[in-house]
T-cell receptor, first 113, second 117 residues
Framework: DVKVTQSSRYLVKRTGEKVFLECVQD?????MFWYRQDPGLGLRLIYF???????EKGDIPEGYSVSREKKERFSLILESASTSQTSMYLC????????????FGPGTRLTVT | AQKVTQAQTEISVVEKEDVTLDCVYE???????LFWYKQPPSGELVFLIR??????QNEISGRYSWNFQKSTSSFNFTITASQVVDSAVYFC??????????????FGDGTTLTVKP
């Protein structure tokens, strides 16, 4: 059974803290994605990666960075968390062979106070 | 640029009613893929169906059916005899096939379906 796991379901951080969100997939997928989901705004792509150490900006990369040191792991970093980054964060992965569906993790609900 | 529009923000039906979720897309590519995902209250998006731009056959899977019409750039999703367990947010998504894509999809804003007993 395919699996995408995220390090936390719920997270509460203070303004200005550095925050790490971890995502691991066990499907040997080349492509991995970070989205944030806010009411009425759907899923917005923050960053994606198509290979180890490769990363591309999505639609809303400001205030975020990512790291992909191993194929199975894709980390989202909030360098200095702000209240505007309170959101649901979703990680996904997909095969790089062609266009396939994405597999999603359970999400991390981050609250920045 | 690609775009996916789900005009219905929220739909509420009574159990056993049929319901159709609309999805309209825009793309300049001739080769693309369309998807539907379901996000139940637990939060994890689950893949339902994938369709490529060359396959306009409708698909039926149990109570679910999908109607793909290139002429109107639509990929609508119908649930027949809805059940309470169908209550979820449903997302339509589009992915273009090109070398820079890396499997990216553009998602619609989602339609929240509530099925009342």
């Amino acid at each position: 059974d395919v699996k995408v796991t995220q390090s936390s379901r719920y997270l509460v951080k203070r303004t200005g803290e550095k925050v790490f969100l971890e995502c691991v997939q066990d499907m040997d997928h080349e492509n991995m994605f970070w989205y944030r989901q806010d009411p009425g705004l759907g899923l917005r792509l923050i960053y994606f990666s198509y290979d180890v150490k490769m990363k591309e900006k999505g639609d809303i990369p400001e205030g975020y960075s990512v790291s992909r040191e191993k194929k199975e792991r894709f980390s989202l970093i909030l360098e200095s968390a702000s209240t505007s980054q309170t959101s649901m964060y979703l990680c996904a992965s997909t095969s790089g062979e062609t266009v396939y569906e994405q597999y999603f993790g359970p999400g991390t609900r981050l609250t920045v106070t | 640029a690609q775009k996916v529009t789900q005009a219905q923000t929220e739909i509420s039906v009574v159990e056993k009613e049929d319901v159709t979720l609309d999805c309209v897309y825009e793309t300049r590519d001739t080769t693309y893929y369309l998807f539907w995902y379901k996000q139940p209250p637990s939060g994890e998006l689950v893949f339902l169906i994938r369709r490529n731009s060359f396959d306009e056959q409708n698909e039926i899977s149990g109570r679910y059916s999908w109607n793909f019409q290139k002429s109107t750039s639509s990929f609508n999703f119908t649930i027949t005899a809805s059940q309470v367990v169908d209550s979820a947010v449903y997302f339509c998504a589009l992915s273009e096939l090109n070398n820079t894509n890396a499997g990216k999809s553009t998602f619609g804003d989602g339609t929240t379906l509530t099925v009342k007993p």
